[in-house]
């Protein structure tokens, strides 16, 4: 039997591989890549020790239930943990408004199962995630983009969005937001536009869907805690669901994430996750859990923001000594991400290939457009490789754009001809 | 705002909660209540000290990447593990067709994204995993139950329910079945119907999906690995999908479960896991992953077969002492299970109250039919009490199963006038 296409879903047929994660698999198999291609946190940063610690005591066995099934909505103590560290973002919460999730992959996904049918309008940043992207694409929603500009969003931009679906006769469900240090962009969407884009949701009665990783990795030289203040801080209504990690912040390698939303939806979420897996790891939320209550976590946070703002200082250092005004990119206040425009005529996915010839890979800027726009842009993230690996790859980077200029004065050459 | 239902998909809206999770969290509010509800392993029988030995070697530091992301696939050792775990088991397989999951429960809902559309069907045993059911309904299948005997699911009503739902014009996707000490009756089914359901699966062309995460636990005093042989052993034609875990073998905390597809398919569910939650726990894989490697797992087998064979064994004489022949069940070979018949007119649903009244709780056999049948049944896990508990729990039980006759008889009583 070969045909296996007729036993598919729509879903099924449909579904895409993730260009973040293909380069993940092409780092797997090459050698001296310098990768500034996927998210991921430095390793070095990780608190081995305090974790090895923690997990010695979890495992002694005195508490049979860190290895058991545990309930769907999390390890009750951590959500306490979390209602805590959520009341530090300025967000009343309570136990029974959370949902720990398997990473904020799953909190998407949940997001996407409960809310959208196919059709269902989803209105998004212009880029945007591509992890969201493809949890939405997966129920059939239609994704509508919005254009930003240096300060996130633009807000008249949005009421057109939503003007047009919704003379069309489609229903918009949410907005989706990545308001602090965006994945792609690395933008911090300005304060009074929090406050609008949240006036605009009630006005429209459009739920808001706030996707918040980074926020406690502000680069302290250019931001401060009160320029990520959550949309949901201000959130009177119960309009907005909020999603939050611990992956960039303890490791991404125990998938233990959150999410915040009025009683109604989390107990649906719950449902939603019930059918998933049941539950997320128990010796993995018992280690997070730990990890906040031991202050772990806290002292982590001004080593962080000192780490990648002085790896986005090398980063940004090595590209206007290499590069110069040929490329123009917004300068990241936060995150783990640089969104580098090339010159006229460059196109990234034209890029790629040349740039893994010299030994460096990055995500192009199309993955996180629905719209087919982003080929003049890449993803450049500077969370992950040494200092010295990032200066390196950034001189890589520069030939290989170097090698692209080259190839089209020659087609230009050519044509004029 | 307060009506949340007008943004909530068809999914959304129909999502309930499982009945087995439901008597967790009874369980978890009440004191002194024994629990034969959820099919937890036995904590005691972890091996925690060789887990923490293990889990303080891979939070050294050494390799970063145990608690960083990871291939959506899962861990390739632990893959390149589980295709020597299957060769024990008879099934040809390779890493590509494998994908690691986040526990069983996430396979079963991968298959139900990748295959199922709404209104598709799919056949399942009479009564079924309550879990597998809610995955399959939460993508809008249609669920048909086919009759089982005491030697698992009957091919002549397997046929007559396909051609049926076939001459209706209905597309019956895949046979979803677990034939190994099933959950909820802790059947087996005979070896000669396993060849006879794939030979039949291949005339009707219907797709598979074995769901076997008891095989490992037969008891040895009525069966032998033979009797275990999964339906995936015989396929040559790819016809089916095969799910297991080791949440019952090493412990449900990790989270780590396998599908073996073929390879098409195998890729599919790698696209949808990736949008569900990236990857499966970086840590929790390793850790499983040395189990397999340093024979944890293999010498754990023999002494988790003793274990559950008696506390069937103290079930068993539980019920012949206190229930005599008012009650009936098949004797399980395996598994964690036992499926109680109450002698009519009494109902299980009708008696769930009362013997939570009497400090013991089970789950009522409707939860597993699709159908509304299953009010004369429970289910009963003696996997995770202690014997001691195990036979207080009988007491406690054949005690509300008297109380739940007087009542009845004094409604006959009250009728008969």
Avoid at 33 to 40: D, E, K, N, T
Avoid at 165 to 176: C, D, M, P, Q
Avoid at 293 to 308: D, E, F, S
Avoid at 401 to 408: E, K, N, P
Wanted: neutral net charge.
């Amino acid at each position: 039997m070969t045909d296996y296409e007729k036993f598919l879903s729509r879903a099924g047929q449909s579904m895409r591989e993730s260009a973040i994660r293909k380069m993940g698999t092409v780092l797997a198999q090459a050698r001296d890549v310098i990768s500034f291609a996927p998210g991921y946190p430095a390793e070095d940063s990780f608190p081995w020790q305090a974790f090895s610690e923690i997990a010695r005591e979890l495992l002694s066995g005195t508490d049979g239930s860190v290895l058991q099934y545990g309930p769907t909505r999390g390890f009750r103590p951590l959500r306490e943990a979390i209602v805590a560290l959520m009341k530090e973002r300025d967000i009343q919460t309570s136990v029974d408004q959370l949902v720990v999730s398997t990473g904020s992959q799953q909190g998407l996904d949940l997001v996407a199962r409960v809310l959208l049918d196919p059709g269902d309008v989803v209105l998004l940043e212009l880029p945007s995630y591509t992890g969201a992207i493809t949890a939405f694409r997966n129920v059939g929603a239609s994704l509508v983009g919005v254009q930003q500009d240096d300060a996130g969003i633009d807000l008249e931009a949005l009421e057109r969005a939503w003007a047009a679906e919704h003379s069309a006769g489609r229903r918009v469900k949410f907005l989706y937001l990545v308001p602090n240090f965006q994945n792609p962009t690395g933008l911090l969407l300005g304060l009074d536009r929090r406050q609008a884009v949240l006036e605009w949701a009630a006005r429209r009665d459009v739920l808001i869907v706030e996707d918040d990783p980074y926020k406690d990795l502000f680069f302290p030289d250019v931001a401060s805690v009160a320029d990520t203040r959550p949309i949901a801080a201000d959130d009177r209504d119960g309009r907005v669901v909020y999603l939050s990690s611990f992956s960039k912040t303890l490791a991404p390698g125990f998938r233990v994430a959150w999410m915040h939303a009025p009683e109604a939806l989390a107990a649906k979420f719950e449902l939603a996750k019930q059918a998933e897996d049941l539950c997320s790891g128990g010796l993995d939320q018992r280690v997070v859990y730990e990890a906040c209550r031991r202050g772990l976590l806290a002292r982590q946070l001004p080593t962080l923001r000192a780490h990648y703002q002085h790896k986005r200082d090398v980063m940004v250092r090595g590209l206007r000594a290499k590069l110069g005004n040929t490329v123009y990119w917004p300068d990241p206040r936060g995150g783990f991400f640089l969104w580098l425009r090339l010159a006229e005529p460059l196109r990234s996915d034209e890029l790629l290939p040349l740039a893994q010839a010299r030994g460096v890979i990055f995500v192009t800027g199309s993955a996180f457009f629905v719209d087919g726009w982003g080929r003049q842009h890449l993803r450049l993230s500077f969370s992950a490789p040494s200092p010295d690996r990032i200066e390196e790859g950034v001189s890589r980077l520069a030939a290989a754009i170097g090698d692209l200029a080259d190839a089209s004065a020659n087609v230009g050459a050519r044509e004029a001809r």
